[in-house]
């Protein structure tokens, strides 16, 4: 899966909420642009789309907290 695959499910899950793209680096919790709860549908949605299994290992705030950070986690869930 491409990097621009995963911008784009993000992308689109905000689209769908009325918000606008954040830049890669934009702390979404610090700017509350999302919480805890958007958090948990976020990754239902990143599943849906992208067709992948997050492990729940991974599924902190931090790895999260920004678009870039959601690449990073999904291109290389090690």
């Known amino acids: 899966m491409s990097e621009n695959e995963v911008r784009g499910a993000v992308t689109s899950f905000f689209a769908n909420r009325g918000k606008p793209a954040a830049e890669d680096d934009v702390d979404l919790f610090e700017t509350q642009y999302i919480d805890s709860m958007e958090l948990l549908e976020l990754i239902m949605h990143l599943e849906d789309v992208l067709q992948v299994s997050i492990d729940q290992d991974l599924m ?7 678009i870039g950070q959601i690449i990073k986690t999904i291109d290389n869930p090690s």
């Open 60 to 66: 902190s705030v931090d790895n999260f907290r920004s």
